[in-house]
Structure formats: structure tokens, C-alpha cells
């Protein structure tokens, strides 16, 4: 007897892919948008003298939960972490600056002329609820100065995101500042604000309930309506600065008044890391809602550097979100130019024909004449409307008897009339119709 057939496994793939939950694809026709912020960082960076350093994507987790700080949101809640086959504990960078000072300080950069500064571009991490303008993988610019406390460089930071942003075309921003202090005076704070809170610990919602404990400052930052309530009546840290910081604040302040850059001060903002001091700020479009994210954000870190194992280190630095520039640019309609596209288009018809376009088109490339072709295609009236969509200047064809014969056929796309001319011809021929200077 025949024994009963063993049902089929199902198949343990999936039908369709889809790229993971906030995390998405950014197809050619957008792609404008992101070569001109990159170009215009790079321009900008070069002109305030910041160089570029690239760091891994992946870091050892430790460097996020000591630098960032173990009870913040980032650590807490959004880091992507792995084990990998060697047994490592890794996490995919969720945000730049513990990286940068890890790179700083493993490359001797300490020992450069200071300030260093430093700028990156390139993908962060983060597990949050994604909604618009906010996705799991995002892209920032990042610029730190290591090496300086003056607080002339805060405000040379702010006026650098607006640079790059007015350059974008986004205008109309305001900055969003406010001072936390240093590790003399914020204590003083924290336990003003722990007493504020004590009579309303019940009111808060169960995340600022345990902010209490941990994190207190981040009780004045959260979004909840009952939350941004109470927050309303906490007493302001500007009310318990030390001189220094005071000093400082108001130095920064007065250099913004210099720059003409507009501000207002927002005793909320608090930043959700834990190594920020002093003055923290955000860049924000005038006309935004709160519920959405910032444009920019950073602040100064006077003691991460110690903290990483280097020696007392000042330092300041800040993050443009690129994901929400290019949304910005595309709400505000900001134009931006298309490359040049080709003037020539090269058909080919026949093997003869299509063998010789191969050599033809590298030839073309390298006299600088920007041309597209259809190499796969086999019929002329196909590749004649590719040409014809592409709005090219002149079609080159190159049939079998034109191979055979060592001639082209030139074709003006205007006048609709055309020339055959020796194949070694033509690029000289193409350079006097385009007025080509050679
Ligand atoms: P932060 O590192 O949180 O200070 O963020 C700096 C900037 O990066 C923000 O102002 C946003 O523009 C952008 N940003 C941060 N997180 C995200 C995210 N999840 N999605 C998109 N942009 C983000």
C-alpha cells in the first residue's frame, strides 16, 4: 500500500518584499533634491573649515549607552542592536556624536591643532513610531567643533544651519534656545524641579512618571497634553544658572543679535540626550506645528570627550535632519535645477551595427559629449521614439551599412534633416553643431 504522502512544507518565504516598517527607498526622480543638499553641506562645510570624517554605521553599544546616556529615549527604546557570530554587542549608530568623539579620540586627532572640526553625512537608526518626517532610518549632516568653549562658536553653529538651509531655499526659521546648565548648576535645578513635580507626580503620564526618577529634566519636553500642562508652570532653568553658564548664555545670545539671526527662548527645550550642557537649541520653520520634528538640533557637550576617555575636552555640535530638508524643499515648492540631460542619442541596427555603437558611445563619453543609447534595443522606429521622448538634439544611427561603410547617419532632431558623414567625423562634426569648445 501506498504510504500516505507527506504534506507539503509551505513555503517559509514570502511572496513580495517590502523594505522594513520606516524605512524606506529614495527612487531616482528624488534624488535631485538630495545631490543638491549634499553639495551644498560639502560647499558650506569647506567654506567654515569643517572636514569630512566617515565612521562605521555599526558601533560597539556600550559607546551610545555611556555617551548618549543610558535613560534616554534613544538608549532606552530606539537602538537597533545585534550580536554578531563573534559574540560582540553592536548597534547600529542612532545618532553621530559619540561616534565622532570615539573616531576623534581612537585617531590621535586630539592631538591636532584645536578646534577640530568635523563634519559627516549618512544614515542613523532609530526604533520610533514612524509617521511623516519621522522614519526609523533618516539621514543627517552632522558638525562638531572639539576643542573650544568659547560660546562665539554656538553661535557660529546656529548661523551654519541657517547657511545651509537658506541655501536649500527654506526660510523664515527661527531657533529654538535655551540653556542646561553645567554640572554645578543643574543639580540645584533638578532638585527644584523634582519639588515642583512632587505634588503632581499623579497627573503625569506613565513615561514622565518614571522621567521622574531617571531624567527629570525630560519631564519639561514631553509631548502629552496633561504633561505640556503642567510643564507650563515648572520653574524656568534660566532662574537657576551659575554665573558661568548665565554668562555664557547670554554671551550667545548677543552673538546671535550680532548675526541677525532671529530666536526665541524656550525653557522646555531640553534635548533628549544626556551629555548635552549649557546651551542646547533646535531650527525650527517658522510656521511648523510642534507635533512635527525639527529641522536641526544640537547643542554643547563640554564633558563627553572625559567621559569617552579622553581629557576634559569642550566641545559643540549640531544635526541637520536631511529627510526632513527634502521634505521641506518639496512643500515649499523650491525648485531645483534637473541635470543637464543628453543632447545626442546614439541607435544602432544590426550586429554589425550594434557592435560598433559599444566602442562609438565610449568614444563620445570621453569627448565629453553627454549621449544616451538603447544598446538592447533592435528596431530603429523603437529607438527613434526613446530619442524623440528624450527631446535629444541630434540621433547618431549607426546600421549595418553604415558599420560596413565607416559612416553615420547624423540625424537633427529639430529639422527633422540628415547628413551621413565618416565615422572617424563625428565627434568633431558634433562638437561644431552643439558649438562645442574643444
Ligand atoms: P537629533 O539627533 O534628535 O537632534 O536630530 C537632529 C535632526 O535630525 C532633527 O531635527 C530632525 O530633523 C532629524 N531627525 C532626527 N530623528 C529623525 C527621524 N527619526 N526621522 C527623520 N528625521 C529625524
Redesign the pocket.
Given at each position: 500500500m501506498p504510504s500516505n504522502p507527506k504534506p507539503k512544507p509551505k513555503p517559509r518565504y514570502k511572496k513580495s518584499f517590502q523594505a522594513p516598517k520606516g524605512m524606506r527607498d529614495i527612487l531616482p526622480e528624488e534624488q535631485i533634491y538630495w545631490d543638491k543638499i549634499e553639495q551644498t553641506i560639502k560647499n558650506l562645510a569647506d567654506a567654515y573649515g569643517f572636514k569630512l570624517i566617515n565612521t562605521p554605521i555599526l558601533e560597539d553599544s556600550e559607546l551610545f549607552i555611556k555617551g548618549t546616556g543610558i535613560y534616554t529615549d534613544i538608549v532606552e527604546k530606539e537602538m537597533y542592536s545585534l550580536r554578531t557570530k563573534g559574540g560582540d554587542k553592536l548597534s547600529l549608530r542612532p545618532?553621530f556624536t559619540p561616534a565622532i568623539i570615539r573616531a576623534y579620540l581612537e585617531n590621535g586627532l586630539s592631538s591636532l591643532p584645536h578646534p577640530v572640526k568635523l563634519y559627516s553625512i549618512g544614515p542613523?537608526f532609530?526604533y520610533?513610531r514612524p509617521q511623516k518626517?519621522?522614519?526609523?532610518q533618516?539621514y543627517?549632516a552632522n558638525f562638531e567643533i572639539i576643542g573650544e568653549k568659547d560660546p562665539i562658536l554656538d553661535a557660529q553653529l546656529i548661523q551654519l544651519s541657517f547657511s545651509i538651509n537658506n541655501a536649500l531655499g527654506l526660510k523664515n526659521l527661527i531657533t529654538q534656545i535655551n540653556s542646561i546648565g553645567c554640572t554645578k548648576c543643574r543639580p540645584i535645578y533638578k532638585k527644584a524641579i523634582m519639588s515642583f513635580y512632587r505634588k503632581r507626580k499623579k497627573e503625569l503620564c506613565s513615561n514622565c512618571q518614571k522621567r521622574y526618577q531617571q531624567n527629570p529634566l525630560r519631564l519639561l519636553d514631553c509631548k502629552e497634553k496633561k504633561c505640556v500642562q503642567i510643564a507650563e508652570q515648572a520653574p524656568p532653568i534660566i532662574d537657576y544658572l551659575c554665573e558661568d553658564c548665565h554668562n555664557h548664555f547670554k554671551n550667545v545670545l548677543e552673538y546671535l543679535d550680532e548675526l541677525e539671526i532671529p530666536y526665541i527662548l524656550n525653557s522646555h527645550l531640553v534635548?533628549?540626550?544626556d551629555y548635552y550642557n549649557k546651551t542646547v537649541f533646535?531650527?525650527w520653520p517658522e510656521d511648523e506645528e510642534r507635533r512635527q520634528?525639527?529641522?536641526?538640533?544640537?547643542g554643547r557637550y563640554d564633558k563627553l570627550v572625559k567621559l569617552l576617555g579622553g581629557k576634559d575636552t569642550p566641545a559643540v555640535g549640531?544635526?541637520?535632519?536631511l529627510?526632513?530638508?527634502v521634505n521641506q524643499m518639496k512643500e515649499k515648492g523650491v525648485k531645483v535645477p534637473l541635470k543637464s540631460r543628453p543632447l545626442i542619442f546614439l541607435a544602432q541596427l544590426g550586429d554589425l551595427g550594434k557592435k560598433k555603437s559599444l566602442k562609438l558611445f565610449e568614444d563620445l563619453r570621453k569627448a565629453g559629449l553627454k549621449t544616451i543609447s538603447s544598446l538592447s534595443q533592435n528596431t530603429i522606429t523603437s529607438q527613434l521614439k526613446i530619442a524623440n521622448r528624450l527631446q535629444v538634439r541630434f540621433t547618431l544611427i549607426l546600421g549595418q551599412k553604415e558599420a560596413l561603410d565607416k559612416t553615420i547617419i547624423i540625424k537633427d532632431m529639430l529639422s527633422g534633416s540628415q547628413e551621413i558623414i565618416p565615422l572617424e567625423k563625428v565627434i568633431d562634426r558634433l562638437k561644431k553643431k552643439l558649438k562645442h569648445k574643444t
Open positions: 545618532e542613523i532609530r520610533e518626517g519621522r522614519y526609523r533618516s543627517q534635548r533628549g540626550l533646535e531650527i520634528i525639527a529641522l536641526a538640533g544640537g549640531f544635526a541637520i535632519g529627510d526632513r530638508a
